[in-house]
């Protein structure tokens, strides 16, 4: 597999469940990243890793946990969302050093749908 | 923070050029992106310009950067069906992180 693998790709759970979202990268990046994408709005980044430490929390309420276990593998576990939480969650790496352009490489995403 | 703003749709006929625009407010990004997302699927980078560039041609596609403006575009020439779908622009807010505008719908008409 190459690039951004990212499952599930289609998500549906209550509001009381707990379910976890993951994202492998295969780029051999040492930057991951969260991103919420909601209809009409911008891009939220939501989390940020470098090397496996978190360097960033836009502000995301706590009921979305991120865990980065090793430089290839992120997750977001999902606990107690509300409808608002639906959207499409795409996943990111990208190689931070000096001189490199700051490209993102995406996954294809994970719908999710609270009910 | 930065902002990046886009408008929301643009509609063209197959075979014209469309020209999709952007402005920002960070003027520390040292890159600047276009982003394209088909349906279904996640983001691609198109193409990018480093920040002390006026222009950058790619085939098909033309970057121009107004630093002092702070306005970015993207110009498809001889647009295709194939070329609908949203496109994103993106600067590098004051850490560095990408930060994305809300996108602009390209329909593309037969």
């Known amino acids: 597999e190459t690039g951004v693998t990212q499952t599930p790709r289609h998500l549906v759970m209550g509001m009381t469940n707990k379910k976890s979202l993951k994202c492998e990268q295969h780029?051999?990046?040492?930057?991951m990243y969260w991103y919420k994408q909601s209809a009409k709005k911008p891009l939220e980044l939501m989390f940020v890793?470098?090397?496996?430490?978190?360097?960033e929390n836009n502000s995301v309420p706590s009921r979305f946990s991120p865990e980065c276990p090793n430089s290839s593998h992120l997750f977001l576990h999902l606990h107690t969302l509300q409808p608002e939480d639906s959207a499409l969650y795409l996943c990111?790496?990208?190689?931070?050093?000096?001189?490199?352009?700051?490209?993102?490489?995406f996954g294809e995403g994970s719908r999710l749908t609270v009910l | 923070g930065e902002d990046v703003e886009q408008s929301l749709f643009l509609s063209v006929r197959e075979g014209d050029s469309s020209v999709i625009n952007c402005t920002y407010t960070?003027?520390?990004?040292?890159?600047l992106y276009w982003y394209k997302q088909e349906p279904g699927a996640g983001l691609q980078l198109l193409t990018y310009?480093?920040?002390?560039?006026d222009m950058k041609q790619d085939q098909r596609l033309t970057v121009l950067l107004n630093k002092k403006d702070k306005h970015l575009s993207l110009r498809i020439a001889d647009t295709q069906t194939g070329d609908s779908a949203i496109y994103f622009c993106?600067?590098?807010?004051?850490?560095?992180?990408?930060?994305f505008g809300q996108g602009t719908t390209l329909q593309v008409k037969p």
């Open positions: 890793y470098n090397f496996k430490e978190q360097t």
């Open positions: 960070d003027s520390s990004s040292t890159y």
């Open positions: 780029l051999g990046h040492n930057a």
């Open positions: 990111a790496s990208s190689q931070e050093n000096s001189g490199s352009t700051g490209e993102l490489f």
């Open positions: 310009i480093f920040s002390n560039m």
């Open positions: 993106a600067g590098q807010g004051n850490t560095g992180k990408l930060i």
